[in-house]
């Protein structure tokens, strides 16, 4: 059986976030983790925001992850959900992929319906030009409804989940 091994950063923002659904995301192949076939293994060698902008902890936690196996970073849909999305993604990657050595990811779970509505209503991912990074985040509707916590019954699995 193969095994990935991740590290995930958060956004700063999020820095108390629990990380379930990421963690959901992971278990059930959703978002960024659709397209890992469920017979190989999912291990998270590291979870560790940012440090804050503009990335405080960029220069050793990628580098620390990496020293207990990461084979790729991933950072998390926070980095795109917040307001503004953040604006260091572009350089948060070249210092991972160039000095450390990993390659990035840029998402977790799937951008719950809610964010994508509000987003797309106030055009900041065209502004911010990250709508790049949001392919596998925002093309299944039926994901990014299961990921809207402002949805009636969020906390119960429904037949729709």
Request: proline share 7%.
């Amino acid at each position: 059986m193969k095994m990935v091994k991740i590290g995930i950063m958060i956004c700063d923002r999020n820095r108390k976030c629990t990380g379930n659904k990421c963690f959901k995301s992971i278990n059930e192949r959703d978002g960024a983790f659709s397209e890992v076939p469920r017979k190989e293994t999912i291990e998270i060698v590291g979870w560790m925001t940012c440090g804050g902008c503009p990335g405080e902890r960029l220069e050793f936690a990628p580098a620390d992850m990496k020293k207990y196996g990461a084979e790729v970073i991933h950072l998390a849909t926070c980095y795109l959900a917040g307001y503004p999305a953040c604006p260091y993604i572009p350089d948060h990657i070249n210092y991972i992929e160039n000095v450390v050595g990993l390659p990035v990811v840029v998402g977790t779970h799937p951008m719950p319906q809610n964010y994508i509505d509000a987003h797309e209503n106030m055009g900041d991912w065209d502004r911010d030009n990250v709508r790049e990074y949001l392919k596998n985040l925002v093309e299944d509707k039926k994901a990014s409804e299961k990921y809207d916590s402002t949805r009636p019954n969020f906390l119960k699995p429904t037949d729709k989940d």
